[in-house]
């Protein structure tokens, strides 16, 4: 696999982990919000530099101990044929996995599960399922989406879902839809939106929801889940 980037030492993607975050090339959804579009645009991809299986593995073999978790993420995952054959390499060197992933590739979720490659699932819900194409910015197939949630839901592995409170896309309404959506599960997480770096230049520079309307939220549906937060 090449790889469109390497952050070396991460305290906050793996909960409860040392960690190092690698990041793949592409994604099959367009949300206008994402802060990765030199992941995700073709165009933007071409200039990126590439880093290679070898060399994120050699990182990992260096830090031997002292690196407890790789998270992968993107772009989107799951999109590649050879991810499975790259995490058995890095479980050899006794390394655990956090995958984050769009939920649209249930059938590779399913079997990167069952071959207990992933430790950790991280699932973003975009939207209701009647704003889920607005959100993604593409045509959803949403019977993926309910089957990647169904599936985390088994309990296999662990996971958690998140929203990202993207503005003028999602209201209090559409959270409280997603909530009766996925629940019960243990985990929800709510994110806050930057608009710093946007794959859509309309929604850069965009302020987010008000602090008090998301803390509001927040209380309203942590009786619903076991860790709810805002991050």
């Known amino acids: 696999m090449f790889f469109g980037g390497l952050q070396r030492t991460t305290l906050v993607d793996y909960p409860g982990k040392v960690a190092a975050t690698v990041f793949t ?5 367009r949300c206008p919000n994402c802060h990765n579009p030199e992941l995700v645009l073709p165009e933007l991809i071409e200039k990126q530099p590439r880093i290679t299986e070898k060399e994120v593995l050699d990182f ?8 407890e978790g790789l998270c992968i993420t993107g772009g989107e995952p799951t999109m590649h044929s050879d991810l499975g054959d790259f995490i058995k390499k890095v479980k050899k060197l006794r390394v655990q996995v956090k995958l984050d992933t769009n939920g649209s590739f249930p059938v590779i979720l399913k079997k990167l599960i069952n071959q207990y490659l ?21 045509k959803v197939s949403l019977e993926d989406i309910k089957k990647s949630i169904n599936l985390l839901k088994e309990g296999k592995v662990n996971f958690e879902f998140r929203t990202t409170l993207v503005p003028n896309i999602l209201t209090e309404d ?10 019960p ?10 608009g710093k770096k946007t794959l859509s230049p309309e929604w850069e520079g965009l302020s987010g929801w008000p602090e008090e309307e998301m803390q509001f939220l927040l209380e ?3 009786p619903y889940f076991k860790n709810c937060a805002l991050r």
């Open 118 to 138: 992933i430790d950790y699932v991280a699932m973003d819900v975009k939207a209701p399922p009647e704003k889920y194409d607005i959100a993604t910015g593409v």
């Open 220 to 222: 309203k549906i942590k």
């Open 25 to 29: 090339f592409g994604c099959n959804f």
């Open 185 to 194: 599960a243990s985990q929800y997480f709510l994110q806050r939106f930057r």
């Open 60 to 67: 990992l073999k260096s830090r031997q101990g002292l690196i």
């Open 174 to 183: 559409d959270i409280l839809k997603i909530v009766e959506w996925i629940k």
